[in-house]
């Protein structure tokens, strides 16, 4: 394993979309005061400009897409006003559209590469040396931060993913298709598990929870245990 110094305490969220990591994070950074590295918003960022670039065609171009991630600035900006984080790619505020399922769908496209992971890297390490981080991910606590002080791999059932997902849509009066999304839901699981780049399986060292059948609070209980556990205090 290679040993990476660091800074300031880290702690890894990895898992599948859906399962509860980013409500998770969120909670942890703000109990603990450390800033939220949300590195599927890099990969989905890459994926959006590589489609709007139509560098996603039948023969992606691994070189081409190297290109267009190391031209990429990228830049998350905590906003005092909203409590949220504001991404800037290139100077220009990134909004909502990298959040739905077909931007999902690239950004799980361009992971696959890893001349796109390694040109990802060092932008993630970076944030671990100016202040305590919660890295949300797929590979956070297996190759990007080995040496977190707590590792989570939190996962769920797709049927109980999706059913999640067609629950925010619908409480967001969007339109909702429960198949159309569990194929979805299995098709990017699928491509993270099976690729051979930094696949999405949990660290050896890991804590591994099923949110299947817990609600958030019952999460977080658990997590915040197993955080306390590796030493790091909750004042
Ligand atoms: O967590 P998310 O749904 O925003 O991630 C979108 C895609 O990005 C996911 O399907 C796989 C990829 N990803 C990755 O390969 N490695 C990460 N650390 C984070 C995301």
Redesign the pocket.
């Known amino acids: 394993m290679t040993s990476i110094k660091q800074a300031y305490p880290i702690i890894t969220i ?1 898992g ?3 399962a509860g ?2 409500t998770i994070a969120w909670k942890l950074a703000n109990a603990l005061g450390y800033q939220l590295l ?7 960022i890459v ?1 959006l400009k590589a489609h709007q670039a139509n560098l996603l065609n039948d023969e992606i171009n691994e070189n081409a897409l190297e290109k267009l991630t190391q031209s990429l600035k990228i830049e998350f900006i905590a906003n005092q006003e909203t409590g949220t984080i504001d991404i800037l790619v290139n100077d220009e505020q990134i909004g909502a559209t ?2 739905n399922e077909t ?3 690239y ?2 496209q ?3 590469f890893p001349k796109v ?1 390694q040109a990802l890297l060092d932008l ?1 390490r970076d944030m671990a040396y100016r202040s305590g981080v919660i ?6 606590g297996t190759v ?1 931060f080995p040496n977190a002080v707590a590792k989570v791999f939190l996962t769920a059932s797709a049927k109980a993913r999706a059913d999640r997902r067609v629950g925010q849509l619908k409480e967001s009066g969007q339109p909702a298709d429960y198949d159309e999304i569990l194929a979805n839901i299995k098709a ?1 699981d699928e ?2 598990e099976n ?1 051979s780049a ?1 696949p ?1 399986v949990p660290a050896e060292d890991a804590l591994v929870l099923d949110s299947s059948v817990m609600d958030i609070e019952a999460v977080y209980q658990a997590v915040k245990t197993h955080c306390l556990n590796q030493g790091i205090s909750f004042s």
């Open positions: 990895d599948p979309s859906g990591k980013g949300d590195s599927g918003a890099l990969y989905r994926g990298i959040r931007v999902g769908g950004a799980s361009v992971a696959v992971r993630q890295a949300d991910g797929r590979d956070m990007v990017r491509r993270d690729r930094s999405s």
